[in-house]
């Protein structure tokens, strides 16, 4: 039975002129999440892959000097976040140490959009719950999703945030929802003091913000 969360899509890399089998999974996601052309990640990811080998004295940099600097054999996650990062994109995790999976790799607990998401030794762009890869990598939706790096919309709302510690105070926190402003808070991102506190509540969303 045919899955149709699944796409084949290899990101531009025949068009590229590539052919063969490669461990680029890291190239294929990111030029389809972002549109931005295969060869242009692959040239971006190449050089970062270089400047990190030159700069740190890690395994994983030892490992790239063995190997080569090209990112057709594989792309730490040292390296690749970074360049994500510098276009714009942002890290969600989803599952933290010691806890079990809470995400799976099928549509109805991924968001919408385009995302690229962390597996086990293998990265994947997703459009919309429908995985784009040159394989079916969801295990029938049973793979675990460690997190995702998604692009933040412009449009977010500002929150007002109850927090009951000793005393009552009240925090401002940028989301796209009620919900992302208590995960957001929560998460550690907008913490303002050092205790949780015992109660959180989203309070309301602040219609002018402050000049």
């Known amino acids: 039975m045919k899955n149709t969360n699944y796409k084949y899509n290899d990101g531009g890399r025949a068009d590229a002129g590539y052919k063969g089998k490669a461990g680029d999974c890291v190239v294929r996601a990111i030029a389809i999440a972002t549109e931005l052309p295969y060869q242009e990640v692959y040239d971006g990811l190449k050089e970062e892959n270089q400047k990190y080998a030159n700069s740190r004295r ?7 000097k063995a190997k080569g600097t090209t990112p057709r054999n594989g792309n730490y996650r040292d390296v690749y976040q970074p360049y994500l990062e510098s276009k714009g994109w942002t890290w969600k995790p989803t ?15 991924l968001p919408s959009g385009k995302i690229i998401c962390r597996l086990s030794r293998h990265i994947v762009a997703v459009i919309d719950g429908v995985v784009n890869d040159t394989h079916d990598s969801t295990r029938d939706g049973k793979r675990c999703v460690y997190g995702y790096f998604h692009k933040p919309t412009t449009n977010k709302k500002l929150y007002k945030v109850k927090v009951d510690i000793n005393d009552t105070q009240f925090w401002e926190v940028e989301a796209e929802s009620e919900q992302e402003a208590m995960d957001n808070y929560m ?3 907008h913490y303002h003091t050092n205790s949780h506190g015992e109660d959180v509540e989203v309070m309301e969303e602040i219609k002018e913000r402050k000049s």
């Open 187 to 189: 998460e550690g991102s």
């Open 95 to 109: 599952m933290k140490i010691g806890q079990g999976c809470k995400v799976h790799l099928k549509a109805d607990e």
């Open 58 to 64: 890690t395994r994983g940099a030892k490992k790239i």
